[in-house]
């Protein structure tokens, strides 16, 4: 086994604690030679983990990449409007590149980085990591063995968990779709992907319907300050005061964005950055809830719901087959299977995953690099751009029916728009 180099850019939480670990654990696969990030303090803890020598510590992807290759593979994990720039200069650079998702807010910077993916004859594969889940690899095969027969409908629910959506898409780096992406993009771009991979046909049309309906101000406490530590009069009564979670419960989510996690370390986080800010007075601007509705290729329909108020967080799912029906719930990680014909349910207990996103992040690592390995084989990508280029025109012809009030979108249609609107 050929053991890969990697360069890693963006060192935040999902490069850093998702992706890079997979190196030190597996020393013997993969090697970081190289980081860059303009964070100091995150950029020298990736260095300091991975044994980086100093001159290959870079403050931007510019340096990084301005000169020879450094590596087999560059992972790229900077926020999602600054993925086009990087990823282009990398496949051009000759690496073979593990991009964060979504590929970006702009279907057209989407298109072209397939289209530079192809051209440069590199793997460009997309952080799909639901794809890489014991979950989801066992409902496909299911599916592909014909055990519910052909399918009909889905539906498939993602329960975003209140106090998630509070810290990431309220307060967090998600929350304004001009400076990041809309909801369905961000959050729910695995939700299209893995509704689009199960079925396995593409998805003709969309309608949407979706709203922020209650991180606003006009639902903020009377007299609740723009700080949480402001001395807010709402403080025992509001699940969401930022003193109370973060040095409570939620204290686990402080180390997304404070290297210091005492005492002292969360509360100077609170009051210097938005974490610390009331949920009513933020200008976060993504919904709150989202519907879909979907129909595929030769009838096939599903419908996909995403709310930010449930008390855990999981994706429940239930396909209507002809023959049977599958139902599951990721966060119990099993499997019910029920045949029509016998009456009989079969429970599939998938072993407890190791990792995050259901064992996906560590999966999507080891695969990419067997993906590389056989690359000038014929080997292909699970989740390469171009299937990923489908799923995420589905989000964005969502977003475009959600904010025409739930107009049809066919997506022929649509992808034709967007490409003629490049030609111009």
Partial sequence: MKKMSAVLIGAGDRGARAYAPFAIENPHELEIVAVADPNTERRQKVMMQHHILEDSGFESWEELLDGTQRADIAIICTLDRMHLEPTIAALKAGYHVLLEKPMSPDPLECIEMEKTAREQ????????VLRYTEFWSNVKKMIQDGQIGEVVSVQ????????????SFVRGNWKNKEESSPMILQKSCHDMDILSWIIGKPCMRVSSYGSLMHFKESNA????????????PAENDCPFHAGKYYLGAGKGWAKKFTEDYTHEGIISALQTTDYGKCVYRSDNNVVDHQVVNMEFEGGVTATFSMCGFTREQTRIVQIMGTKGEIRGNMEDN??????????????????????????????????????????????SSLSSASVSLRSHLMAFAAEESRLQKGKSIELDEFYREIAFSSVK
């Fill in 121 to 128: 004859n590199r793997l460009l594969t997309i952080c799909h």
């Fill in 334 to 379: 099993n499997i019910s299977l029920y045949n029509f014909l016998t009456k009989h349910e079969t429970i599939v207990r998938l072993p407890e995953p190791v990792g995050g996103h259901g064992g996906g992040d560590t999966k999507i690592v080891r695969n990419f690099l067997d993906e590389v390995r056989r690359y000038d084989e014929g080997g």
């Fill in 221 to 232: 406490p009377q007299g609740a300050p723009e700080s949480c530590l402001d001395g807010c």
């Fill in 156 to 167: 498939l629910n993602e329960n975003v968990e209140v106090m998630h959506m509070s810290h």
